[in-house]
């Protein structure tokens, strides 16, 4: 028990001096109501557009706003574009749950048409493409591959029901599919160099789920890999693996398949229920909502530059329940259950061999200034270092204070308040551009916020 206290209490502290000293600064930038449930994020068009995946289709965005909508037969959870070199128009591919595949063959600029609906033998909850014509998918009943070179003329290439059933993740790595399987308690190294002849490499046994309870197959309990290194959050734990197998690990089955036992470098108790992870250079976002003793909707961001020693770096609280993650070096894009898509700025850290002594008093003040939108105000979260003068005002475009939220003498802690998107005269201000401005101490934190009606 003292232990287990003494590591809840380092945690806090290490979470706490990275808030306060990270250079990162994931702030939410806008938020789109969407109708349905939503699920998943993909990428349309490189550093472009984007596609949502929710409860009762697709449709496309990007920072801007929403785009085109088709609905699905049945509840899409996950979608992928590819550009098949035998056609002449991107496709979408959408798991759809118990219908399968809804496939979309030709882009309008306004509207996706040409669907027809592919049976894959199970509940269709996750895909994955490979080089532009392949595409894995994941159900209850097994890892399934297709053809889509001609997407008219597609041709089934692959199954396994025997080991990926309950698959959650899948993603492609080098010349390896990666599939989170099992309900989470299993990673399946896919061997895909040879399409003819996809085959098992190997299976890693993962950690167990904390809380007791499996998680869910609707779940987005995900897996990312960097190098020869498989990064897992699944339910409350964020788990580190290698990919690669020491023969001194390796059991071979009556099928020849080697399985991997706990062959992984660390694994973290989250106290949040995970549901997403991706990797970008070397930090690792995962989504995260309903804790085992509170709550947490929003995303967390850990250092991954050692594996043994992830650490957490910063998080943002979000409106809706965190699914699927996007992530790019400008925003990280969040499927945000009821609250629809999410868009955060995303603030990369630069290298300390790049600092230069102007911007450390920028670096020392991330974390101190953090908001949280939702549909009818603003929640403002702020942390105070030492007594002083505390001011907060919401600063249009043109430098115009449109609304002073308080000044007045603070003591040391972290404070919230909230913008109930009114004016200094009571009146609801337009959709827009404004700027959440904190003052204390001689500082000065900006973060900026879109008002989207």
């Known amino acids: 028990m003292k232990i287990k206290f003494l590591y809840l209490v380092v945690h806090f502290i290490t979470a706490i001096f990275f808030f306060v000293n990270s250079s990162f600064s994931l702030d939410i930038v806008a938020t789109y109501d969407t109708p349905g449930y939503a699920y998943n994020i993909s990428e349309l068009y490189q550093d472009k557009d984007y596609v949502l995946a929710d409860s009762i289709g697709v449709v ?10 088709v609905n699905t037969a049945g509840c899409a959870y996950e979608p992928r574009i590819i550009f098949p070199p035998q056609w ?56 399934v591959a297709f053809d889509f070179s001609d997407p008219q003329n597609y041709k089934h290439i692959f199954s396994d029901t025997l080991w990926c059933k309950n698959v959650e993740d899948i993603v492609i790595g080098d010349d390896f599919a990666y599939v989170l399987a099992g309900f989470g308690y299993i990673l399946v190294k896919v061997n895909i160099k040879n399409m003819n002849n996809v085959k098992i490499e190997h299976i890693v046994e993962v950690s167990g789920d904390t809380s007791g309870v499996d998680t869910p197959i609707v779940d987005i309990s995900g897996v990312d890999i960097l ?18 197998i020491d023969s001194n690990d390796v059991v071979i089955d009556s099928l020849g398949v080697k399985f991997v036992y706990k062959r992984h470098f660390v694994d973290i108790l989250l106290h949040y229920h995970a549901e997403d992870i991706k990797i970008f250079d070397h930090y690792a976002y995962i989504s995260m909502s309903k804790s085992v003793a509170g709550t947490f909707n929003g ?55 790049s600092i230069q002594p102007s911007d450390l008093q920028e670096i020392r003040q991330a974390g101190l200034l953090k908001i949280a939108p939702n549909k009818t105000s603003l929640h403002i979260v702020y942390t105070v270092r030492n007594s002083c003068n505390v001011t907060l005002n919401i600063v249009s475009p043109k430098g115009k204070v449109i609304r002073k939220l308080f000044g007045e003498m603070k003591d040391i802690g972290k ?18 551009i404004y700027y959440i401005n904190l ?7 900006t973060r900026s916020f879109v008002k989207l009606k």
């Not at 965005?61 to 785009?67: C, H, K, T, V, Y």
């Not at 991954?304 to 996007?326: E, M, Q």
């Not at 109930?420 to 609801?428: A, L, P, S, Y």
Request: contains cysteine; proline residues 4%; charged residues 20%.
């Open 439 to 445: 003052r204390m101490n001689g500082l000065c934190i």
């Open 227 to 244: 190098n020869d290194t498989a990064y897992i959050a699944k339910n409350c734990v964020f788990s580190i693996y290698s990919t690669l």
């Open 88 to 143: 002449y128009d991107p496709v979408l591919i959408v798991a759809d749950g118990d219908n399968g595949l809804s496939v979309f063959l030709s882009d309008t600029g306004s509207a996706w048409v040409d669907s027809f609906v592919l049976d894959v033998g199970g509940k269709a909850t996750c895909i994955e493409k490979f080089d532009n014509k392949y595409i894995f998918v994941g159900t209850d009943k097994g890892l």
């Open 415 to 432: 404070f919230s308040c909230t913008w109930d998107f009114r004016d200094n005269r009571g009146n609801i201000v337009p959709a827009g």
């Open 299 to 353: 995303v967390m961001v850990y250092d991954i530059s050692n594996r043994t020693n992830p650490v957490l770096v910063d998080s943002c609280i979000t409106p809706g329940k965190a699914n699927g993650l996007f992530v790019n070096k400008d925003y990280v894009f969040l499927a945000d259950g009821d609250a629809g898509v999410v868009v955060l700025g995303n603030s990369v850290p630069i290298s300390n061999e």
């Open 60 to 69: 496309i965005f990007n920072e801007n706003g929403l785009g085109p909508r």
